[in-house]
């Protein structure tokens, strides 16, 4: 299984982004998708994520700014980022819970990263 995440950039404060992440391979099927990111000198942060491809939820500091969504057929899961600001700047994570067998155990995917700059 691999993760390609894409859409990254240079914007400056107020713009939009949208952040793609789409799931390769073969046999496998996903469950939660989701959208972490690491800003310089700072922890890992959950942004959002999709659960089993049915909901969906955002943390608080992102809420009304950015929304999750994902399409089960394309194994994509996408991060609309409106109204960014320069605390958004940071290398931007997607992930995927996957189950290589049915009824097996579940693994964590993580694909490389994408650059997000929030310019002011």
């Known amino acids: 299984v691999q993760l390609q995440a894409s859409g990254g950039g240079l914007v400056q404060v107020g713009g939009s982004l949208r952040l793609s992440c789409a799931a390769s391979g073969s046999g496998f099927s996903i469950n939660n998708m989701g959208w972490y990111r690491q800003a310089p000198g700072k922890q890992r942060e959950l942004v959002g994520r999709?659960?089993?491809?049915?909901?969906?939820n955002v943390e608080d500091f992102v809420k009304g700014r950015f929304t999750i969504s994902r399409d089960n057929a394309k194994n994509t899961v996408y991060l609309q980022m409106n109204s960014l600001k320069p605390e958004d700047t940071a290398v931007y994570y997607c992930?995927?819970?996957?189950?290589?067998?049915?009824?097996?155990?579940?693994?964590?995917?993580w694909g490389q990263g994408t650059q997000v700059t929030v310019s002011s």
């Open positions: 999709t659960i089993s491809g049915r909901s969906t």
């Open positions: 992930n995927a819970d996957v189950n290589l067998t049915p009824g097996g155990p579940t693994f964590r995917y």
